[in-house]
C-alpha cells in the first residue's frame, strides 16, 4: 500500500512539472481595466489602466540607463508603452494629440530573459484634456518589447470624464 501512494505521488509530481507555457515573442496584452483615481478635486483628472501581458521571451521593459541610441529620448523607443488619447466629438471618435504625451516606460519585467512571463501591469495615466469641452473619451494601447516586437492594440471603453 505504501508503494502505491509513493507511485500516485510520484505520478502527481511528474505530471505538475511539464513544460511552461510557452508565448509568442511578440508580445500580447489584453485590457482588463480602468479606474478612475479620485483626488479629491470633483474633477477626473488620472485613472490607473490596468492590463494583461504576455511575452514569449520576456524582454519586455526598459531600464533608467537604457536611454541612447534606439531607446534615447529624442527616439521613437525611448517609451515601450503607447497610450492614444481620443474624443468623441459630435458623435465620432477622433484622436487628439496632447501637449505631453501619456506614453510610458515600462521598467524590466524579468531579468531571466530568456522566458516566457505574463502577468498584469497598472499604469497611472491622465485621462482629462484641461484644452477641450469634450468629456467622452477612449485611450488606446500598444506594448514594444526590447527587440522592438510590437504587440496588438487594445482600447479601453468610453470612459466619461468629470470636468
Same mark, same amino acid.
Given at each position: 500500500?505504501?508503494?502505491?501512494?509513493?507511485?500516485?505521488?510520484?505520478?502527481?509530481?511528474?505530471?505538475?512539472?511539464?513544460?511552461?507555457?510557452?508565448?509568442?515573442?511578440?508580445?500580447?496584452?489584453?485590457?482588463?481595466?480602468?479606474?478612475?483615481?479620485?483626488?479629491?478635486?470633483?474633477?477626473?483628472?488620472?485613472a490607473?489602466?490596468?492590463?494583461?501581458?504576455?511575452?514569449?521571451?520576456?524582454? $519586455?521593459?526598459?531600464?533608467?540607463?537604457?536611454? *541612447?541610441? /534606439?531607446?534615447?529620448?529624442? &527616439?521613437e =523607443?525611448?517609451?515601450?508603452?503607447?497610450?492614444?488619447?481620443?474624443?468623441?466629438?459630435?458623435?465620432?471618435?477622433?484622436?487628439?494629440?496632447?501637449?505631453?504625451?501619456?506614453?510610458?516606460?515600462?521598467?524590466?519585467?524579468?531579468?531571466?530573459?530568456?522566458?516566457? $512571463?505574463?502577468?498584469?501591469?497598472?499604469?497611472? *495615466?491622465? /485621462?482629462?484634456?484641461?484644452? &477641450?469641452? =469634450?468629456?467622452?473619451?477612449?485611450?488606446?494601447?500598444?506594448l514594444?518589447?526590447?527587440?522592438?516586437?510590437?504587440?496588438?492594440?487594445?482600447?479601453?471603453?468610453?470612459?466619461?470624464?468629470?470636468?
Amino acid at each position: 500500500m505504501k508503494k502505491l501512494w509513493l507511485a500516485v505521488l510520484a505520478i502527481v509530481i511528474l505530471c505538475g512539472c511539464g513544460p511552461r507555457e510557452k508565448f509568442s515573442e511578440v508580445p500580447f496584452i489584453q485590457f482588463i481595466s480602468v479606474e478612475k483615481v479620485d483626488d479629491g478635486t470633483g474633477i477626473d483628472n488620472q485613472a490607473n489602466l490596468t492590463i494583461h501581458f504576455q511575452d514569449g521571451n520576456g524582454d $519586455i521593459g526598459l531600464r533608467a540607463s537604457d536611454t *541612447t541610441g /534606439i531607446f534615447s529620448p529624442d &527616439s521613437e =523607443y525611448y517609451y515601450n508603452f503607447f497610450i492614444n488619447y481620443y474624443e468623441k466629438q459630435n458623435g465620432e471618435w477622433v484622436e487628439v494629440e496632447l501637449p505631453t504625451p501619456l506614453h510610458a516606460r515600462l521598467p524590466y519585467l524579468s531579468e531571466s530573459v530568456p522566458e516566457s $512571463i505574463e502577468g498584469d501591469i497598472t499604469i497611472l *495615466t491622465f /485621462i482629462n484634456n484641461y484644452f &477641450s469641452p =469634450y468629456d467622452t473619451i477612449k485611450l488606446s494601447c500598444q506594448l514594444v518589447d526590447r527587440s522592438l516586437n510590437r504587440s496588438n492594440v487594445i482600447e479601453t471603453p468610453e470612459i466619461i470624464v468629470k470636468k
